[in-house]
């Protein structure tokens, strides 16, 4: 692993967030094993490229796999909401991360692709190597240079926490407890 990517792994781990690093022909298996690690059976899936890729339905047929995707733009997005809510785990892709801060950006869309991100109690996100930054600087050029017409986007650093309550760290209050990084190589 390059000093890039084990920079990145340290400051998601301060995060409480997880990076694997796979190679794209391997992303396959890559997933199959984190699925099992983190006992996940139901999948959210966000129209990203990145995703529609992984997931083609003849490479996870027979999988025991759960998987809900995303409606059409207003076609019964009411209901898919109350199921995402329940699934295990949301995958989404990333325009890219920031080593120095461990941040992702998503972009929105029609439908929100971010509610992917916040719904389940797991975020994960599947980014190219070639989108691996140095900081958040350069997350927003990698962002204007995209084919990405969207304006809007959210910043995903790690779990989601609070210390509202008795000043104790909670994850997952707000957002999904846990977070897993797939840099694809």
């Known amino acids: ?16 967030a997880t990076l694997v690093v796979t190679k794209a022909d391997n992303l396959h298996t890559t997933l199959e094993k984190v699925f ?24 996870w047929k027979g999988s025991g796999l759960s998987m809900l995707r995303m409606p059409k733009a207003g076609k019964g997005i009411e209901t898919w909401r109350e199921k995402l809510a329940e699934t295990d785990a949301g995958i989404t892709g990333a325009v890219g991360i920031a080593v120095e801060t461990g941040t ?7 439908p929100d692709p971010r509610q992917v991100s ?6 994960i996100m599947l980014i190219e190597k070639k989108n691996v930054v140095d900081n958040v600087a ?10 990405s017409q969207d304006r809007n986007a959210i910043f995903v650093s790690g779990p989601s926490r609070t210390a509202d309550i008795e000043k104790e760290l909670v994850l997952g209050v707000h957002g999904p407890g846990k977070v897993t990084v797939i840099i694809i190589e």
Do not use: C, Y
Request: no cysteine.
């Open 1 to 16: 692993m390059n000093k890039k990517l084990t920079q990145l792994r340290e400051v998601l781990v301060e995060l409480d």
């Open 138 to 147: 350069a997350l927003f050029e990698l962002w204007a240079n995209s084919d």
């Open 118 to 123: 916040l719904l389940p109690l797991h975020h």
């Open 104 to 110: 992702a950006l998503l972009p929105t869309g029609d």
């Open 36 to 59: 099992k690690q983190n006992h996940i059976t139901s999948l959210a899936l966000s129209n990203d490229t990145i995703v529609s890729k992984a997931f083609l339905v003849k490479d």
